[in-house]
């Protein structure tokens, strides 16, 4: 592969007329065969052909793809349902670049069911597919009171596993007596048991509540008639919760008896905020949000590709008999066709333009309209404050990406460092970094920050000194090829003076003084330093939206390193007892923590138990029990 297909005309051609005029999938290919693009269509040339015509118009994110195409591949299916039901699989299998459309939006939380585990978890997360591969999500739910309010609710309604790690190793816990666990720890409760158990939990999110209160209600009468009326009052609460769980809901449709979804956007030039509404039995059981570029396709295409990432998530009886969208889909037929196989029956996709269901359709699109509102303000708000900084530091271009370090410690013990990053003014926390304090003079009575400062700033741009720095390429491009993505616009220190000049000198060490725009925030009045000024920088307004950006990311860099400040301190506190038993190392002590979970949990095994350990044997054990039952300790 030499160059890309859109440089060389007559491969291009010659491609093209290999490609069928049938219903299939296909594949775009960069230099390095790689997988970038995967897509359907019920006639492949025609769509494959309508990317490379010069009057096409393309969003500039396909237009960017489009120039890296060195390889175009295909497969033929026997129909666009099917075409349709092979992308998704191919899409979850290659994680193509240019397939990414609905962000992951962290401010939404999801509901987890760890399936992958023999005694399922539930839980609320705002990280997806984070788990394991059979791990079902449910979400993002845009009320997080509610949501919160309803999980509780489950969980007082059904026994179900409360903690991730027991707190006793031979006896449940409270939770046990109490009826709200089934002594999950002790297994006291077989997995198939608690599968049953979880799986009628699973039927609340999945918006079928009316028909596990049907089946409770079956089972409470004829328990009723079994003369087991503990039974039947347990199964009468149950119905009760659930039927409460609905109580509040403000919305409702007359025909309660057809399940339906309705979708709605509203789109500026940089954001599309969706919001899809589930209706079941006549009431708002879920409303769902998504995130996607605008610049990625039509609002239309948006849409449907919103709905079949959605479904393809979903569980077949988890899809609705009715979709009402407010944009006609451009593929709707396909779409029909593939969630009608999933589900075992028809499935209709309608855009009303009368009566309720318009007025549902109208709701949802007004939502979506209150949801990019407050993106818009946000943005706007993060554009002001780059503006701003920029201004005040006299810089060229916005700051796209801002770094802020911060030091903790209690004296100098577990002294650690963290690293923040902002990116075009937004935290981007899968970029935060943080460091252990490596210099032997910083211990326990002696603290220095000037000195932990300065080794965190040599370690972080140590590979970026002046002699590398020209190798480099800061430009950016869509693949991440020839660039470095991660060198930062500005790098704000936390502290005064001091803190700044002893960066500056490891700085000047490296040669990256002219590279590299670097401040410091002191915490008093906000006053922002330069490096070799001795006062502060004019202008520095507490109130000013750039220095008030730098505050939130000093504020985030604090917040991190006490995290794991604490973190350590805690677990140096769990070792500072395995510490002191002669013949017990580093090694050990860790086994013996990762089967104990703590200190006390050891203290209070026998010596059976603690023998019981990888590389513990049954002399080293007595030794550790005697340590923890002596006299004098």
């Known amino acids: 592969m030499t160059e890309p297909l859109l440089q060389n005309s007559e491969k291009l051609q010659a491609r093209l007329k290999e490609i069928p005029l049938e219903a299939g999938v296909y594949f775009m290919r960069d230099r390095h065969d790689g997988v ?39 497969i033929v299916t026997d129909s666009e349902a099917e075409a349709l039901a092979l992308e998704a699989n191919l899409i979850k299998q290659y994680q193509p670049y240019y397939n990414v459309l609905l962000k992951d939006d962290k401010k939404y939380p999801y509901v987890c069911i760890t399936w992958s585990e023999d005694y399922p978890r539930i839980f609320i997360t705002r990280k997806r597919r984070m788990g394991g591969t059979k791990d079902k999500y449910y979400g993002p739910y845009v009320d997080v009171f509610n949501l919160k309010r309803t999980l509780g609710i489950i969980k007082r309604a059904f026994p179900l596993r409360q903690r991730p790690i027991p707190i006793f190793k031979d006896r449940p816990c409270l939770n046990y007596d109490m009826g709200l666990c089934p002594g999950v720890c002790q297994e006291k409760i077989s997995p198939e048991e608690y599968r049953k158990t979880m799986l009628k939990v699973a039927m609340i999110f999945q918006g079928r509540s009316s028909e596990l209160v049907e089946t409770f209600t079956e089972k409470m009468e004829a328990a009723a008639e079994n003369l087991d009326f503990e039974k039947a009052a347990d199964l009468r609460d149950r119905i009760q919760v659930l039927q409460n769980l609905g109580a509040n809901q403000k919305v409702s449709l007359p025909d309660d008896t057809v399940s339906r979804d309705a979708i709605a956007l509203a789109y500026d030039e940089q954001h599309t905020c ?22 990625s396709n039509t609002p239309e295409t948006i849409l449907q590709s919103t709905l079949e990432a959605h479904y393809q998530n979903c569980d077949p ?27 075992g029956r028809k499935v209709a996709i309608a855009t009303p333009q009368r009566q309720l269901k318009a007025e549902l359709i109208e709701m949802v699109e007004r939502n979506a309209q209150y949801e990019l509102a407050r993106i818009q303000k946000q943005s706007d708000r993060n554009l002001q404050g780059l ?31 963290s690293q923040v990053v902002f990116i075009d003014g937004i935290p981007a926390k899968q970029h ?5 304090i490596r210099n032997p003079d910083i211990q326990t009575g002696h603290s220095d920050d000037f000195a932990s400062l300065a080794e965190v ?25 020839g660039k470095s993505e991660d060198f930062p616009d500005v790098v704000m220190i936390d502290g005064g003076k001091g803190q700044l000049s002893s960066v500056m000198k490891i700085i000047d060490k490296l040669g990256l003084r002219d590279r590299l725009t670097v401040i410091s925030l002191a915490k008093k009045r906000e006053e922002i330093f330069l490096p070799e000024q001795s006062e502060p920088l004019v202008g520095g307004d507490p109130e000013r939206a750039g220095v008030q950006l730098l505050r939130r990311l000093r504020d985030e860099a604090h917040r991190f390193a006490i995290t794991f400040h604490r973190q350590k301190r805690s677990q140096r506190m769990q070792r500072s007892h395995l510490d002191q038993i002669t013949g017990l190392g580093h090694h050990r002590q860790k ?12 203290r209070q095994a026998t010596v059976e138990q603690i023998a019981e350990t990888d590389g513990i044997g049954r002399k080293l054990a007595q030794h550790i029990y005697n340590h923890f039952h002596s006299t004098a300790n």
């Open 36 to 74: 970038i693009y995967i897509g359907k269509s019920k006639a492949l040339r025609n769509r494959v052909r309508s990317y490379f015509r010069s009057s096409q118009e393309l969003s500039p994110r396909i237009a960017m793809m489009v120039q890296l195409v060195y390889e175009i591949e295909f």
């Open 457 to 481: 700033i040599a370690r972080r741009f140590r590979k970026y000194s002046a002699f590398e720095m020209d190798a480099l390429t800061l430009s950016s491009s869509p693949m991440g090829e």
């Open 317 to 343: 009886v988890e899809i609705p008999n009715e979709v009402h969208t407010q944009l006609e889909l451009p593929e709707v037929e396909i779409l029909q066709a593939w969630l009608s196989d999933r589900k």
């Open 387 to 417: 503006e701003d900084l920029a201004e005040i530091l006299n810089l060229d271009s916005l700051p796209h990406r801002i770094e802020g370090y911060d030091i903790s410690h209690i004296q100098g013990s577990d002294a650690v460092a």
């Open 432 to 436: 935060y970094r943080h460091y252990k």
């Open 591 to 602: 086994v013996l923590l990762e089967k104990f979970h703590s200190v006390e949990y050891i």
């Open 274 to 295: 969706i919001q899809l509404f589930q209706i079941r039995a006549g009431r708002l059981v879920g409303r769902l949000a998504f995130v996607a570029d605008s610049q």
